[in-house]
């Protein structure tokens, strides 16, 4: 959090602080938008600093300070509408968009902020690696609504794989095409610890997922959200290539997700073999059941089946 607040306007990261001390609460989010109070979420609860107004003339240097006075710097990232800072935070940005061919090319007059607070927790896999891994990492996708801790479970996983403690010590390659998961800086993730991961940061998830099998030859690819028509299709490619895979997607359920034409396409041709459901109505990171390839139960929270 000191990074964060380092960079902040001094007169909101005193407030922010302030506040902090005084609720001892834990956020998820920093929301700033122009002309609006400072706007604090911890997942389930929404907090407004309405004492504390962000400016334009804050946006500025906001934006200033996170590019260190050099927005060039930072152009294909404001192009894809967010920047990794140190510690691995996450700052989403939104204002006047600039296309090109079509394309967005670049966001202008930045007008809101939505500053991800990165806080990586290992362990919380240990519980249900038993329904996950046999001789190796089954093909999982893990189904959850924003916010509900699913990018958390998939680093955990991930690092888990790749690590002496799991005893497969699994060549386990990342897809980071939002650089959510590893929270890189230039190149190095932030967020990893096991000496076996081999990260493609930025990279479209599609085109890295193809890279890996050609040239890296991992036994497990990581990827977050899929859904659109070509992760379908180096879904496809990864799989008869023999490598294991395991993604997120957004949902609240696998009758939801199942309702979206490209994911059906994809729960048609049986490649995963378990589906975790997450929930953040108690707590992000909240496993509420896990399926088979049929959908069938094999742990439902409070139940073991």
Not at 264 to 271: G, M, T, V
Request: proline letters at 4%; hydrophobic letters at 40%.
């Amino acid at each position: 959090m000191d990074s964060v607040l380092k960079i902040l306007p001094n007169h909101i990261s005193e407030q922010i602080d302030f506040f902090l001390v005084k609720e001892d609460i834990d956020i998820q989010e920093i929301r700033l938008r122009v002309n609006q109070p400072i706007e604090l979420n911890d997942g389930r609860h929404v907090t407004w600093l309405k004492q504390t107004f962000f400016s334009q003339s804050d946006a500025k240097m906001f934006l200033n300070k996170i590019s260190d006075f050099s927005l060039y710097r930072l152009e294909e990232e404001l192009r894809h509408g967010f920047i990794t800072i140190q510690g691995g935070h996450r700052i989403g940005i939104s204002g006047s968009v600039i296309l090109e061919n079509k394309q967005v090319k670049a966001i202008h007059h930045v007008s809101s902020f939505n500053i991800r607070i990165a806080k990586p927790q290992f362990g919380i896999i240990q519980p249900y690696l038993s329904y996950l891994m046999t001789d190796t990492i089954q093909n999982t996708l893990i189904i959850g609504p924003p916010q509900s801790g699913k990018t958390t479970f998939l680093r955990d996983l991930a690092n888990y794989c790749a690590s002496a403690s799991s005893k497969l010590e699994l060549k386990t390659a990342i897809v980071d095409e939002r650089s959510e998961i590893c929270a890189s800086i230039n190149g190095v993730p932030q967020h990893l610890l096991a000496p076996r991961i081999d990260v493609l940061d930025r990279c479209p998830k599609a085109e890295g997922m193809m890279m890996f099998v050609r040239s890296m030859s991992p036994d497990v690819i990581i990827v977050d959200e899929i859904g659109s028509e070509r992760d379908a299709e180096a879904i496809d490619e990864v799989i008869h290539a023999g490598v294991q895979l395991v993604c997120t997607a957004h949902g609240r359920s696998l009758s939801d997700i199942s309702q979206r034409p490209t994911i059906q396409k994809i729960l048609q041709k049986n490649i995963f073999q378990r589906f975790v459901v997450l929930s953040n109505q108690n707590q992000a990171g909240e496993v509420t059941e896990i399926l088979n390839d049929k959908g069938q139960p094999l742990y439902q929270r409070s139940v073991m089946l």
